[in-house]
């Protein structure tokens, strides 16, 4: 393997991270790599910081250009750069010494290989919240209904991911200077992919509680038009629009609706034609189809997916109410627990979960067809000793309870590791407890997706189960 590895990082008031990240770049097991640092003229000590590690290693250069935009500077960089491929990193964030050279093993033992995508960690401070990539569990994706799967509920964003440089220039993409820029491209890219494969054995870092960093300005969802008017032009322009059409309309729709939700909070999206007129008319006039609904779901949003293909149209769906972990829907629904978030839409998910919401929430009306898909998430769960469970879910972590909880009666909680075997055995109780409460409501079909619990449930005539 002497193939040349662009690395490429944009740099702008970063001067608490920035030593992190260019330590974890310079100490990578392969060597062969050009570290491209696109300045964007910094109000703090971060060029002086940079400047130092240029003078010390002469894979690195540094360029120190008005700050148009993170994406102006990935494409600035990506005419600078000679390498055959391609990783984008945020200077917040941070790789493993091995990273570089683990996805260039999977990206040289194929030609046919565009995208190595590599496994990630979430971060709130210094709290994993979540790991991103394990849940893919096919080493290679590249037929249409693989690549469908991976635009609709794979991980939006190209840091973290090895590209091969010519699927750029073969198709002319070039990043918008706009928010979510990850996301008006990340369609293009993997449906442009010959075959994208995983990497399940390095991680890439990701921090996402920077106070500055772009995903924080609260009015970054006015560009999301303009975001989808790119992707789907740029789709159209190679020729996979017509074959990606549904699949890309889910995607965005999913992405629109959480970003719309976290930048405004639910009150004011479920009033959005007062509080945005102009987003309203967005949505209606390209996802009416998509909030349309008859059937229900508990779970995330790969579960959306499979109702498409089962029910014939995503547009089945009536409610859609996730949950963190089936330990913590499993708790008593009187936890006296209340927690406290700035987003009222992140508040109403946490205290769901803690309180066990989903097996006490009353349907609005006696619906045929119920979808559970049993959420697996490496959290750590914290219990009380009386039967109530709390997931560490990001919400959690940013409330800033990590350590002390906020109650009508104080319990003595003790944190129990998603690592351990004394998690995955409560998981496994709560699975079948959490069957067993199911079985016993009065619905029509049910159907079990993705848990390998499954076959505990009944099997008659109106059960089903996908293991």
Known sequence: MDEKVSIIIPVYNVEEYIDRCLQSVVNQTYTNIEILIMEAKSEDNSLSKVKKWENQDDRIIVVSRKDKGLADARNYAMNMAVGKYIIFLDSDDWIDMN??????????????????????????????VDNIGPEWTKRFYQNEKDK??????????????????????????????????????????????????????????????????????RNTYKDLPKVYEYAKKKLKEIGKYSTYKEAFKLSMYIHFRIICLHCIGKEKYTHLEKSSPFIAKFMNDNFSDLQKSSYIIYGGFALRWMVNEVCNGIEAIEEHITFTTII??????NCPIKMYHCNSFREECINNDINGFLLNYKMKKNLPILFVDFMQECTDILYDGNENYISCSEAFVECGCEEEYESNNYFDYRKIAWQ????????????????????????????????????????????????
């Open 420 to 467: 351990s075997d004394e998690y995955w055995d409560l998981w496994k109780t709560k699975c079948i407890q959490f069957i067993n409460k199911i079985e016993c409501l009065q619905i029509k079909t049910v159907f079990l997706v993705k848990n390998k619990y499954a076959h505990f449930f009944k099997k008659n005539g109106n059960i089903y189960s996908y293991v």
């Open 148 to 217: 469908k799967q991976l635009l609709c509920f794979g991980s939006n964003f190209i840091w973290g991911k090895l590209f091969r440089k010519s699927l750029f220039e073969k198709n002319d993409i070039i990043q918008p200077i706009l928010p979510f820029e990850d996301l008006a491209v990340y369609p293009v890219l993997i449906s442009a992919a010959n075959k994208i494969a995983m990497c399940h054995t390095t991680y890439a870092h990701y921090q996402a509680d920077r106070e500055n960093s772009l995903s924080s300005y």
């Open 99 to 128: 990273f570089v050279e683990k996805t260039m093993e999977i990206a040289m033992s194929d030609s046919q290989i565009d995208i190595v995508m590599a496994d990630a960690k979430k971060y709130i401070y210094d709290t994993v």
């Open 328 to 333: 913590a829907q499993m708790s008593r629904s």
